[in-house]
């Protein structure tokens, strides 16, 4: 350990720390706005300026190592100074749009300029970068004049993901963040997972919004418009309306949906239920019929649109499953169209899910199980919490309500797919028991669980050893692939989620400030709220979900029937 004062106090931090964490474990906190740990360390905005005895300048805290005996000063008039500077300089070239952007209330850049009392905005307004907003992309637009090149967004893209379809053109005042050659995001092999979104600190980056034409159409007495919420949601739609990170809002969450004015309020979770007959079933009909394994799941779209796109020899791999987004569209609108005697026409069916890639998913070929779109809107968790706000929903004074039936019956193995390991668990929940024929002493398979960014097991099932792998965030999706093809690794069956820790840490989840996104275990607490839920549940596997035996028994049959695959399977683009 070393010992240095910072603001005359001893302070005692691991070698090797920067200022910055040296300064986080004296409880104090220096400004940041670049820095992400261990994704963009790259001291560029100078927000962190701190004083270091002894040095000629200023030095950025986020990169500057500690040593014996350092003297740090984080406040003085001189830094101070230096940080508004900064903040003045950036908006002085930025879109000041303050009261009604999407970002207003939890924009970094604002709460800064708030934190440090700079009032005169205007200060050295003059020459601005011309404003080009992209809308290319299905999932979201791009607006360079609140960008303040911070490049976080181009470091979880290339670092995190290992994509890298953005970074900076030009150079100087003109610097610029975007595509090479300019083209749309739309154009390039981007895969929406939204995680550039997640990451900005301003609203240069937001998810479509589909709140208008989702409130109109349930202002439209023709249209019957109905629900789902994607497992995730639960997990971190309470911290919009203040509620600690890691808070079940299950219950408000369907109260508000139905003040919404929806006219069912189903639940993903049905769906992720009726996946797993599915899956669990092609799994095994590869096993036992030498069908292509590994078998590697397919509910992510951005997973997906990345190994169509990355690892085109792969996509025999992709299970032939829709995601449970789509399942539950097909559903709603065969199944469940037919038994209410609806025309698939007139319902609209909207889904909120905490993913950008959605967006995308329900525009894929091959989604329309009866012939319009299974999935006519996909919202994320942040746009369902800006509609609770625009209604005047008090969310935080409703009483907890449950979904309607009978799409919205779901067990324990659906919740957890939201987290990394999640579709495994729930799988294995399935699988082990058709093959054994035996209940399972204890259904949790816990050695897939966790935010490792890998994960492997093996376990005995009736004699034969079935070798998993779990890989969340897509760079370490490639590593777990190369090592496939190599030959280093067999397995029989793969999870693959496109998001770091699954769809909890999802694109289209509530934003996390840069200074709580490095000193908290985002993805672990969020995750915790779905096991915590599959934990209290009386039913906790998908095959014994009474509403999927029953959607079953009346219109598809055995899992993997003809009419199962019409509906319920899809097909990829290599
Ligand atoms: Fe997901 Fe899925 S778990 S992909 O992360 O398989 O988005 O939550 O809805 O479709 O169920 C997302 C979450 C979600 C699907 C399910």
Redesign the pocket.
């Known amino acids: 350990d070393i010992t240095i004062k910072i603001n005359g106090m001893d302070v005692t931090a691991p070698a090797g720390s920067t200022i910055l964490e040296a300064a986080r474990l004296a409880h104090i906190e220096i400004p940041t706005l670049c820095y992400l740990k261990e994704i963009n360390e790259i001291g560029a905005c100078r927000m962190c300026v701190v004083e270091v005895k002894g040095a000629r300048t200023l030095v950025t805290a986020c990169v500057y190592p500690i040593n014996e005996g350092m003297e740090v000063w984080t406040n003085t008039p001189k830094v101070v100074e230096s940080r508004k500077k900064t903040l003045q300089l950036l908006l002085s070239n930025h879109r000041k749009e303050c009261l009604s952007c999407v970002r207003s209330g939890n924009c970094e850049l604002q709460q800064l300029c708030r934190d440090l009392g700079v009032t005169d905005e205007q200060k050295y307004d003059g020459e601005m970068l011309e404003s080009v907003i992209d809308t290319s992309a299905a999932h979201m637009i791009r607006d360079n004049s609140k960008c303040i090149l911070c490049r976080r967004c181009v470091a979880v893209c290339e670092k995190v993901q290992g994509i890298g379809v953005i970074g900076a053109n030009e150079r100087g005042f003109k610097t610029y963040i975007g595509s090479a050659f300019d083209m749309g995001l739309g154009e390039t092999s981007c895969v929406s997972c939204g995680q550039c979104i997640a990451v900005c600190p301003t609203g240069a980056l937001r998810e479509k919004d589909y709140i208008d034409e989702v409130l109109e159409a349930i202002a439209d007495p023709e249209k019957y418009v109905c629900v789902q919420t994607?497992?995730?949601?639960r997990a971190a739609l309470g911290e919009e309306f203040g509620y600690p990170m890691g808070t079940d809002v299950e219950g408000k969450m369907a109260a508000a949906l139905r003040r919404i004015g929806f006219d069912k309020v189903f639940d993903?979770?049905f769906?992720?239920d009726l996946?797993i007959m599915e899956e669990a079933h092609e799994f095994l009909d590869r096993v036992q019929n030498g069908g292509v394994l590994p078998m590697i799941t397919s509910?992510?779209p951005g997973w997906i649109k990345y190994c169509e796109h990355y690892f085109p020899d792969m996509t025999e791999n992709l299970s032939s499953c829709k995601?449970?987004?789509?399942m539950f569209g097909a559903v709603l609108k065969t199944y469940y169209a037919e038994k209410m005697g609806i025309d698939p026409k007139n319902i609209v069916s909207v889904s909120i899910?905490?993913?950008t890639a959605?967006k995308f998913e329900i525009g894929r070929p091959d989604q329309s199980a009866a012939g319009v779109p299974d999935v006519d809107y996909a919202m994320t968790t942040r746009e369902l919490a800006r509609m609770i706000k625009r209604l005047g929903i008090r969310f935080n004074e409703l009483p907890d309500e449950g979904f309607d039936d009978p799409l919205g019956e779901s067990t324990g193995a659906?919740v957890i797919?939201?987290a990394t390991g999640g579709?495994m668990e729930a799988a294995l929940r399935t699988a082990v028991e058709t093959l054994t024929g035996e209940e399972l002493p204890n259904p949790d398979f816990v050695d897939v669980r966790g935010t490792k960014g890998i994960k492997e097991a093996s376990y005995n099932v009736a004699g034969m050893d079935v070798k998993v792998a779990v890989a969340s965030g897509l760079g370490n999706a490639r590593e777990l692939l190369e090592k496939v093809k190599s030959g280093e690794a067999d397995y029989h069956f793969i999870e693959i989620?496109g998001c770091p820790g699954?769809?909890v840490n999802?694109g289209g989840q509530p934003q996390v400030s840069g200074s709580v996104r490095n000193t908290v275990d985002v993805q672990g607490i969020r995750a915790k709220v779905l096991y915590d839920n599959d934990a209290a549940k009386t039913i906790r596997k998908s095959h014994e979900n009474p509403s999927i035996k029953k959607v079953y028994e009346e219109y598809f049959g055995e899992p993997g029937s003809h009419k199962a695959h019409e509906v319920l399977h899809t097909t990829y683009v290599k």
Not at 230 to 233: I, K, L, Q, S
């Open positions: 994607a497992p995730a949601v993903t979770d769906s992720a996946t509910c992510s995601s449970p987004q789509q899910m905490p993913c959605k659906a797919f939201g579709v989620m699954g769809c999802g």
